[in-house]
């Protein structure tokens, strides 16, 4: 349809960016809006407005580049004729426009090309043009969704991807749902406001433009670039095949799916085991002083209560950190100690645990303190460790890059 130039004066090639293809494409867009005359069609007794068919779309875009090739156009009228070879081009150009999201079918809404019959196409609203509307954001597409779910299911109910990409939308943007789904009702009850022809053929363009911008698995990927696409088909090479074996090497020698699976077992056995004592898990018995301003379960497990409850005492078995932790169990397990003649033993412990957690500037006091009461010779309450494990104790304690918090742990 558009004539080549000659060789001689042929300039060369110079590759066209993106959005001087889109600007090519308004300037046709714009000739058709001027000369097409959309009116209403009757489609199996529905009224279609706002349409065309295909064949007079086609018929347009060869009028619009007859007049753009044509320096006489201005006093001639386009010629009407249009051979085969024209009528291909012309059909070509016409499923550019409709992949680019400029026209959009209006029955068969997933169709991929343009057909030269009687199909009903409705022009692209130019606030959608790809021109425009470059970028296409994820918190607008989210609105777009939520609108969609708040008005009829019937007829503007989500399909299956779409309400994926709604949940996974939830999920990205839960930090800000409530906007979004202010934002929805706001535009729907503009949209309602609207006459009922006008709401017919916006609904379908906006659904058309988010169909290109945001399509499934059987549509064309309009905004994905060429990197994109080189990425997919890269064979990969030696060295990241390399990198991916050392990589599965090491996860079969560590099994981090096992230690998962581990640490979530003793975690799941750990909360239940601690849910009886947990006042946000059951209740506490008689009950709780928050709630019923009874303070009996105070009085009840106070720390210089003669008879401990039962609840109490069964909480020691778990373990021994429960047992010490309490100020009556520590008591009752000083008291067995000290008829066994190995008190110094739990002294020696909690001074280890007193001195994890105290100060950097009461650590070097602290460790000689323990040091000279429990570990060095002729201590007062020297306590029975193995001579290899005093000789490293002693050793860890001496060497001044070490920290003494615990150098004693050993012991």
Avoid at 187 to 207: G, N, S
Avoid at 240 to 255: M, P, Q
Avoid at 352 to 358: F, G, M, N
């Amino acid at each position: 349809m558009t004539s080549l130039p000659s060789s001689s004066t042929a300039a060369p090639f110079v590759p066209e960016t993106k959005n001087n293809i889109l600007q090519k494409m308004d300037t046709v867009l714009l000739r058709i809006l001027n000369s097409a005359h959309l009116k209403t069609h009757k489609y199996f007794r529905v009224s279609v407005p706002q349409a065309i068919t295909g064949q007079v779309l086609v018929q347009h875009i060869h009028n619009a580049f007859y007049a753009s090739s044509s320096p006489s156009s201005s006093n001639q009228p386009p010629s009407s004729v249009m051979t085969a070879e024209d009528v291909g081009e012309a059909v070509h150009f016409a499923t550019m426009l409709l992949q680019y999201g400029y026209i959009f079918p209006v029955i068969d809404v997933h169709a991929q090309s343009v057909k030269e019959d009687g199909t009903l196409y409705r022009i692209q609203l130019p606030y959608f043009w790809p021109s425009h509307a470059q970028q296409a954001d994820n918190v607008e597409y989210a609105i777009y969704l939520s609108k969609r779910l708040l008005r009829n299911e019937l007829k503007h109910g989500l399909d299956e991807e779409e309400a994926d990409a709604y949940n996974r939308s939830f999920e990205l943007l839960s930090h800000m749902w409530t906007f979004i789904s202010a934002q929805a009702e706001l535009q729907l009850k503009a949209l309602k406001e609207r006459k009922k022809a006008e709401k017919v053929v916006f609904d379908t363009e906006e659904r058309a433009f988010w169909r290109t911008r945001r399509p499934g698995h059987s549509n064309i990927v309009f905004e994905e670039g060429l990197q994109k696409l080189d990425r997919k088909i890269r064979r990969p090479t030696i060295s990241h095949l390399h990198t991916t074996i050392e990589r599965l090497r090491l996860a079969l020698k560590t099994k981090p799916w096992l230690k998962m699976l581990k640490a979530s077992e003793i975690m799941t056995n750990w909360t239940e085991q601690f849910a009886e004592y947990d006042p946000f898990l059951s209740s506490p018995q008689p009950s709780n002083p928050w709630i019923s301003d009874d303070s009996t379960l105070w009085v009840l497990n106070a720390d210089n209560v003669e008879v401990p409850t039962e609840r109490r005492v069964k909480r020691w078995g778990l373990s021994v950190i429960e047992l010490v932790r309490d100020p009556i169990g520590r008591q009752v397990l000083e008291s067995f100690l000290d008829s066994e003649f190995s008190s110094e033993n739990l002294r020696f412990w909690m001074s280890i645990q007193d001195l994890k957690y105290s100060a950097n500037s009461q650590i070097e006091t602290k460790a000689q303190l323990i040091l000279d009461e429990y570990l060095a010779a002729g201590s007062p309450c020297q306590v029975n460790v193995d001579s290899r494990t005093l000789d490293e104790t002693l050793k860890c304690i001496n060497e001044s890059h070490t920290s003494r918090r615990f150098c004693l742990f050993a012991s």
